[in-house]
């Protein structure tokens, strides 16, 4: 089996892996000291889909009453050094922990420290784990090129631990909805050939592709139009759905598909008015909901708890790089020019 494909079907396994070994204890004293007023900022950063995968922390994270910033890493690096000090949280998401611009970052913090690192990671054993005060492991496993189960591994961590931090969930039920999110998206890769199917016939008639989302399905949004460039080389755009409004819905007309994430109660009616209207003008929408709109062509995503959505919703925009690479007559997920860590800036 191409091995992009098997990391994809084996995304429960690794998620039921995660449940298994995951210790948040470490985050007890942390917990502490945010309650004690010991940081007067958090700020999260990575880059590619490991930065992607912290934007749903950083909306959880956002009820402290501390400010909370995300930031990609390369520019916190090279533009905005202003931003840490040393009351700064600093929370790092790399899922090697080797990538170019979080080891320039923690070089950097040898001559201005912050008060405390915070590393999510891959490999316990990488320098950007060691350098840190709190390591987070996503215990993914070997992962062939793609972010794949990195991805959905570092977002589980990544929100698990927020959780724990805002004190809005204890490790017991987190690890049950966990293995319930990895139970349902197992039954959903079982019959990946028939999604394929699905996805296949409903854009067959699209030419342009939008991603559009809001809130934590920006994760999502992002990381699918990442991966499509990276496993199937398509230049897809994804965007926030309230920015498509603002001059790209002039694009709309035959030809022109919308993937838009139905998200939470906030912003749902929002994206579905907007898919009515997309309809309207002639493009063409698929809907990623649990549950189907009468109104628009909808591919069902598993039925999950709430903090889990994430991590199903990324599953249709990689069952799209599998039809993309097919009609493009390459394998998925295969690297030519960039490895599988970025290891210049």
Not at 59 to 85: R, S
Not at 253 to 277: M, P
Not at 293 to 312: A, C, H, K, Q, Y
Request: glycine fraction near 6%.
């Amino acid at each position: 089996m191409n091995a992009y494909i098997h990391d994809i079907l084996t995304q429960p396994a690794a998620l039921r892996f995660l449940a298994d070994q995951i210790s948040l204890e470490t985050l007890a004293a942390l917990k502490q000291r945010i309650e004690d007023g010991e940081f007067d900022r958090i700020i999260l950063s990575g880059m590619g889909a490991s930065y992607y995968a912290a934007y749903p922390t950083y909306l959880q994270l956002a009820i402290l009453p501390i400010p909370v910033m995300i930031v990609n890493a390369a520019e916190l690096v090279n533009y905005l050094p202003g931003l840490t000090g040393p009351r700064t949280l600093l929370w790092l998401n790399s899922q090697s922990g080797r990538s170019a611009e979080l080891l320039h970052l923690v070089e950097k913090l040898v001559i201005t420290p912050v008060a405390a690192v915070v590393a999510c990671v891959n490999d316990p054993e990488s320098p950007l784990a060691k350098g840190a005060d709190y390591c987070l492991p996503i215990y993914a496993g070997e992962e062939s090129t793609v972010s794949v189960k990195t991805y959905t591994n570092m977002l589980a961590v990544n929100l698990m631990a927020a959780l724990v931090l805002t004190g809005k969930s204890e490790m017991p039920q987190l690890k049950m909805d966990l293995l319930e999110t990895a139970d349902k998206m197992q039954a959903m890769l079982d019959t990946h050939r028939d999604n394929q199917e699905w996805l296949a016939k409903a854009i067959e008639n699209i030419e342009t592709f939008f991603f559009l989302g809001r809130g934590a399905s920006m994760a999502a949004v992002w990381t699918g139009s990442l991966i499509n460039k990276e496993a199937a080389r398509c230049s897809f755009e994804g965007m926030n759905a309230a920015d498509f409004r603002h001059g790209p819905l002039e694009m709309v007309r035959a030809g022109v598909g919308a993937f838009i994430f139905a998200g939470d109660l906030t912003s749902y009616t929002l994206n579905r008015q907007l898919g009515v209207e997309i309809q309207q003008h002639g493009g063409s929408v698929i809907w990623l909901d649990a549950e189907q709109n009468p109104e628009l062509s909808t591919f069902l995503l598993p039925d999950v708890p709430e903090l889990f959505r994430p991590l199903v919703e990324v599953i249709p925009m990689q069952l799209l790089t599998l039809i993309m690479a097919e009609k493009k007559g390459i394998a998925p997920g295969v690297f030519h020019i960039v490895g599988k860590i970025t290891q210049v800036e």
